[in-house]
């Protein structure tokens, strides 16, 4: 048995291609579609119910692509709205915070764990609440880096601009006894170099790893890989799309079959009618 389907991914910009990358690395069969909400990127600063509304426009357009299975490369959507579409919706769909904490939680040598992400990420304690519910023994602290999501998107990650940043946002880890952080955004790995750079000792969590490893468990345990041996790769976003698709390329750094500019922001009335 097989299902040679595409994986959707979707993320407020382009950091979703952290995970895109993870499903190359780890599902060499399979085609993905991604797509990356440009137009109305950060997400990290806008209301639950904007991020909600966003995020089923684009459940919806990859549904539309026939895809078998969405991973949401965006732990704000994660945090904000992946309990509401799994209500809404029935396609299997993998946020990255449960993966990503379970990572963390095993990495740790002192207990304590590090969260970066959005403002929303950060205020909705996803992780801090799902860490908790893995054990107590753990102390979290929870930092805002909404700056880091522009930096990478505005492709400045190598500039003296992200290391005074980076320095700046990351101070309270700095010599203390939190040995592992958490990057609970996905583009946060972008800026991977200048990170390890200012906390050498501190292991970096990535959760797109772990996520794609619970998507690969779950298509293999339903059996829905694919068998083939002829991926594409197909990316959309809504905005931007030719510094999007230099950061993809030089990212991806494999054959893409397409990248395209497409509009996932219909009235309401076409959002209603959902089947």
């Known amino acids: 048995m097989s299902d040679n389907r595409p994986i959707g991914v979707l993320d407020s910009g382009l950091g979703g291609l952290t995970v895109v990358n993870e499903v190359i690395h780890q599902m060499p069969n399979e085609d993905v579609i991604f797509i990356g909400d440009e137009a109305r990127m950060p997400y990290g600063i806008k209301t639950h119910e904007q991020i909600i509304s966003y995020t089923r426009e684009m459940v919806q357009y990859l549904i539309n692509q026939n895809v078998k299975l969405i991973i949401f490369g965006c732990n704000t959507a994660t945090a904000q709205a992946l309990d509401a579409m799994k209500k809404e919706f ?3 769909m993998i946020g990255v915070i449960k993966p990503g904490a379970k990572e963390a939680s095993e990495t740790t040598k002192t207990n ?3 969260i970066i992400g959005t403002e929303s990420t ?3 304690k996803s992780y801090s609440q799902t860490i908790a519910s893995i054990s107590p023994k753990f102390k979290v602290l929870g930092i805002a880096a909404q700056k880091f999501v522009s930096l990478v998107e505005a492709d400045k990650t190598d500039t ?3 290391k005074q ?3 700046e946002t990351l101070k309270p880890f700095k010599d203390s006894q939190y040995d592992t952080l958490i990057l609970g955004c996905t583009h946060f790995p972008m800026l991977k170099k200048q990170i390890n750079a ?3 000792d501190t292991k970096l969590v990535d959760p797109a790893v772990n ?3 619970v998507a690969q468990n779950y298509l293999t345990a339903n059996n829905l890989l694919s068998d083939d041996k002829h991926r594409t790769i197909k990316l959309h976003a809504t905005a931007d799309l030719d510094d999007f ?3 993809a390329k030089r990212w991806l750094m494999t054959e893409i079959a397409e990248i395209s500019l497409v509009n996932i922001g219909g009235n309401n009335e076409r959002n209603n009618n959902r089947n």
Request: net charge positive; proline share 12%.
């Open 90 to 92: 029935t396609i299997p």
């Open 112 to 114: 304590h764990i590090g």
């Open 122 to 124: 950060i205020n909705s």
């Open 160 to 162: 003296p601009e992200a």
């Open 165 to 167: 940043n980076v320095a």
């Open 198 to 200: 200012y906390l050498p």
């Open 211 to 213: 996520t794609v490893k």
């Open 245 to 247: 698709s230099k950061l």
